[in-house]
Each structure stands twice: as structure tokens, then as C-alpha cells.
């Protein structure tokens, strides 16, 4: 796909290596992070120049959602991976969640990527078929659930993907596809190093699934070997 990716979330993990990967790939990449300023980041722009642009933004700031925005001056966007996440609260305690990390959650991985994708609908629509990729998780399947716990990562997850589905439905008009994607149990430090999945493997599958989604995958949850995850 090599056209202009835009990803946030990218200083380290998942979106480290999906910039790398799109770069390879040929594509023109908006790299977001909180601190681009980060060695591994600053060699990619290094290697590729003008090909990558690398953005400050904390996906929670509106003002910096705006300038970030502002910078593509009107350029389609083919691609936008919301790749962003937060995973604070790993307890299974019921009384050690704090209301506070629920909130921040839901911000980062709910609210945020919606916000991202509403600044940047102008830029998708005058793309050619664009689509929108939000990095779920399969810990926000109701029907995966069944170890309990984790109560603020799951239904932050889950309700990333009730708006990846009403997403789907209002933007088809503007000929943008939504879909929610699972990396994978994936080897970073939200993952952990007992995960079986590398990045390497985990950005490879989800740029296939990408090139692969048409019409009748609009809307959908998949795995980042392609397969459907119910809901």
C-alpha cells in the first residue's frame, strides 16, 4: 500500500514496526507520538527523510490532535491505523480499579481513536477507498471473555469496537471502511515477554488484513492472521 499512512502511537512496539514496515512498503508515513523525539524514530526519519514525518501528539489533546491535523494540509490520507493504547490497570482485584485508571482507559483506547479519526474524515474522504484500522484487542470480545478481570482494558476495548462498527456505518458515504483488528499477544512492554507473537510478526499480518479489506469486511473484527473474532 503505498500511499499515506497515518499512525499514532508509534515510539515504541506495534506502531514502531508498522512505520518501519509501511516505509519499506513504499508509503508515505505520518509517524504520531507523544515523544517523536526517540531514537528509534529519529532513525527511521534518518533512513527515509522525507518519506516519514514524524508528529508530536498525545491522542488525548484536542489542540494537539488539531495541529497534527493541521500539518497534512489537506492531503488525502489512505490509511489511518489508531494504534494508540493504555494498558495501566492489570489487576484482577474488583477493589484495587480505581475509577481514575478506568477513565484514563477509556480516553486513550475508546474516545481518542474516534476523536483522531473525526479530525482527519476530510483527509480519508479524499483518499480512493481509505481505510481506518483501530488496534482492538480480543480482550474486548464478549465472547473471548472467559477469565474475568481486567475490567478497564476490556470494556475500553469493547467499546472501541462498538465505535469501530457505527464508524463503519457513517462514513461509508464518504467511501471509508472501519475495522477493529487484534495484533496478537504480541512481545512489548504492554505485552509482556512471555507473549509468543513479535512485532515483526503481529505488523506483517495486520498490513495483510489491511490490503484485504473490502466492502464485505467493512464494519468487522479481525485477527491479524485475517480470521473473524465474534464479537
Same mark, same amino acid.
Given at each position: 500500500?503505498?500511499?499515506?499512512?497515518?499512525?499514532?502511537?508509534?515510539?515504541?512496539?506495534?506502531?514502531?514496526?508498522?512505520?518501519?514496515?509501511?516505509?519499506?512498503?513504499?508509503?508515505?508515513?505520518?509517524?504520531?507520538?507523544?515523544?517523536?523525539?526517540?531514537?528509534?524514530?529519529?532513525?527511521? %526519519?534518518?533512513?527515509?527523510?522525507?518519506?516519514?514525518?514524524?508528529?508530536?501528539?498525545?491522542?488525548?489533546?484536542?489542540?494537539?490532535?488539531? #495541529?497534527?491535523?493541521?500539518?497534512?494540509?489537506?492531503?488525502?490520507?489512505?490509511?489511518?491505523?489508531?494504534?494508540?493504547?493504555?494498558?495501566?490497570?492489570?489487576?484482577?482485584?474488583?477493589?484495587?480499579? %480505581?475509577?481514575? #485508571?478506568?477513565?484514563?482507559?477509556?480516553?486513550?483506547?475508546?474516545?481518542?481513536?474516534?476523536?483522531? #479519526?473525526?479530525?482527519?474524515?476530510?483527509?480519508?474522504?479524499?483518499?480512493?477507498?481509505?481505510?481506518?484500522?483501530?488496534?482492538?484487542? %480480543?480482550?474486548?470480545?464478549?465472547?473471548?471473555?472467559?477469565?474475568?478481570?481486567?475490567?478497564?482494558?476490556?470494556?475500553?476495548?469493547?467499546?472501541?469496537?462498538?465505535?469501530?462498527?457505527?464508524?463503519?456505518?457513517?462514513?461509508?458515504?464518504?467511501?471509508?471502511?472501519?475495522?477493529?483488528?487484534?495484533?496478537?499477544?504480541?512481545? #512489548?512492554?504492554?505485552?509482556?515477554?512471555?507473549?509468543?507473537?513479535?512485532?515483526?510478526?503481529?505488523?506483517?499480518?495486520?498490513?495483510?488484513?489491511?490490503?484485504?479489506?473490502?466492502?464485505?469486511?467493512?464494519?468487522?473484527?479481525?485477527?491479524?492472521?485475517?480470521?473473524?473474532?465474534?464479537?
Amino acid at each position: 500500500m503505498s500511499h499515506t499512512v497515518f499512525i499514532t502511537g508509534t515510539a515504541r512496539g506495534i506502531g514502531l514496526e508498522l512505520v518501519r514496515q509501511f516505509l519499506e512498503a513504499g508509503s508515505k508515513v505520518f509517524a504520531t507520538a507523544r515523544h517523536p523525539e526517540t531514537d528509534a524514530l529519529q532513525s527511521l %526519519k534518518a533512513a527515509h527523510g522525507d518519506a516519514l514525518q514524524l508528529l508530536k501528539l498525545d491522542v488525548t489533546n484536542r489542540s494537539e490532535i488539531e #495541529t497534527a491535523v493541521s500539518s497534512l494540509a489537506g492531503q488525502p490520507v489512505k490509511l489511518l491505523i489508531n494504534n494508540a493504547g493504555l494498558y495501566q490497570s492489570r489487576s484482577d482485584d474488583m477493589e484495587s480499579l %480505581k475509577a481514575e #485508571t478506568w477513565l484514563q482507559e477509556f480516553h486513550v483506547n475508546a474516545i481518542a481513536p474516534f476523536m483522531v #479519526t473525526r479530525a482527519l474524515r476530510s483527509n480519508l474522504a479524499a483518499a480512493d477507498d481509505a481505510l481506518v484500522a483501530m488496534i482492538s484487542s %480480543k480482550m474486548g470480545s464478549m465472547s473471548d471473555n472467559t477469565s474475568g478481570g481486567a475490567y478497564s482494558y476490556r470494556s475500553s476495548k469493547a467499546a472501541l469496537n462498538a465505535v469501530t462498527v457505527s464508524l463503519a456505518r457513517d462514513l461509508a458515504g464518504d467511501g471509508t471502511r472501519v475495522v477493529a483488528l487484534h495484533p496478537g499477544w504480541v512481545r #512489548t512492554d504492554m505485552g509482556g515477554a512471555s507473549a509468543p507473537v513479535d512485532t515483526t510478526q503481529s505488523a506483517s499480518g495486520l498490513r495483510k488484513v489491511m490490503l484485504g479489506i473490502g466492502d464485505p469486511q467493512n464494519g468487522g473484527f479481525f485477527n491479524y492472521t485475517g480470521d473473524a473474532i465474534p464479537w
